[in-house]
């Protein structure tokens, strides 16, 4: 059930004034040392925030990709960010017996766009990169070619998808293993799926192995049902807290819907999204703000659990969509979830 005020969400398209963060001139001038990126990210005492984005199609014209990238950065300026996610994207074939709604169309290189939005905003970007189609001898030339050529140094690192049943040349542990160990000093993540969270197959097992091998944070897969994100971050506490071992941060992902074909598209990701809360969205006379208010009341439903007391979180709302309602629902998304944690005392 989402409480009434959850009705209000509405007046954020359209009377919301956040405090403005100037960040291109100012926060680019006062860059914080590689150090210090590391402890926002790791830091128990910290809750963080941030923001994903997919860099534009590997065809676009230098001159677009940084309007495009330009764009993106005055969007961000109302917010308050601690960084941001940019996706490495992958065709995924036999992901789903589901037809792709979306052709896929490959990307630009993300380190490229990492590094550009970088330069525009002073923030921290985390880069994605899947490691399924590349070798341990292609490894260390392309980990080289990150810290040095781009500047980058806080990865989020993922394998083919489970669903799949096939293994990379790479396996995961070992790249995360190679990665942790470069000179470079990498800050890593993974990828947390509360989904995969079973009697037969624990993710908090998998959460505790990855941190082994070098994991620093995990970005979970976008939230639409907060039981299972609730079961995994309960056992996750308690399993480190009976073995002794310091929790990773665990950041909570919300993506904003405002249309069946996204509905669709989320789906086919691999997004939990029960029939009922479905049609919810997409029979309300505003699905795209019923959506927000439906994630803003997940949120507080995943909040409302003695864990926030011992494990570090953090939230980010994805942007995936090409439709400008549903990229600046992402906006308005970043204000509500931040206000939710807020009432938690988590900000």
Not at 314 to 333: Q, T
Request: neutral net charge.
């Amino acid at each position: 059930m989402i409480p009434d005020r959850e009705a209000n969400i509405g007046v954020y398209f359209v009377d919301m004034q956040p405090s403005p963060v100037v960040y291109s001139a100012d926060r680019a001038a006062r860059r914080v040392s590689k150090m210090d990126q590391h402890r926002q990210i790791v830091d128990p005492r910290r809750f963080l925030r941030l923001y994903g984005t997919t860099p534009p199609r590997a065809d676009t014209p230098e001159e677009k990709i940084a309007r495009a990238a330009e764009r993106l950065a005055e969007r961000l300026r109302a917010l308050t960010l601690d960084g941001i996610v940019v996706y490495d994207v992958q065709e995924e074939q036999g992901r789903t017996s589901m037809p792709r709604p979306f052709p896929f169309l490959p990307t630009s290189d993300s380190r490229a766009y990492s590094r550009r939005l970088r330069e525009l905003t002073g923030l921290t970007p985390i880069t994605y990169k899947c490691i399924a189609d590349i070798t341990e001898e292609g490894w260390q030339p392309w980990l080289d070619d990150t810290a040095q050529g781009y500047g980058i140094d806080h990865l989020s690192l993922v394998g083919l998808p489970t669903s799949r049943g096939a293994s990379s040349a790479l396996p995961l542990p070992r790249a995360m293993e190679l990665a942790a160990a470069h000179p470079a000093g990498f800050t890593l993540g993974g990828v947390a799926i509360a989904e995969r969270h079973t009697a037969r197959r624990s993710e908090s097992e998998r959460l505790r192995r990855k941190a082994e091998a070098g994991c620093d944070y995990f970005i979970s897969q976008a939230v639409y049902s907060p039981e299972p994100t609730i079961r995994l971050l309960t056992d996750y506490a308690r399993e480190c807290a009976e073995r002794g071992i310091t929790p990773r941060r665990i950041v909570l992902t919300f993506v904003p819907c405002g249309r069946e074909k996204t509905l669709t598209f989320l789906r086919w990701l691999g997004i939990e999204i029960a029939d009922g809360t479905a049609a919810t969205i997409m029979n309300d006379p505003t699905p795209l703000t019923r959506s927000i208010a439906i994630c803003r009341a997940h949120l507080r439903a995943i909040l409302d659990h003695d864990y926030i007391r011992t494990l570090p979180l953090g939230l980010n709302v994805e942007s995936v969509s090409i439709f400008k309602d549903e990229i600046e629902g992402s906006v308005v998304l970043t204000h509500a979830l931040q206000e939710a944690a807020r009432e938690y005392g988590l900000l």
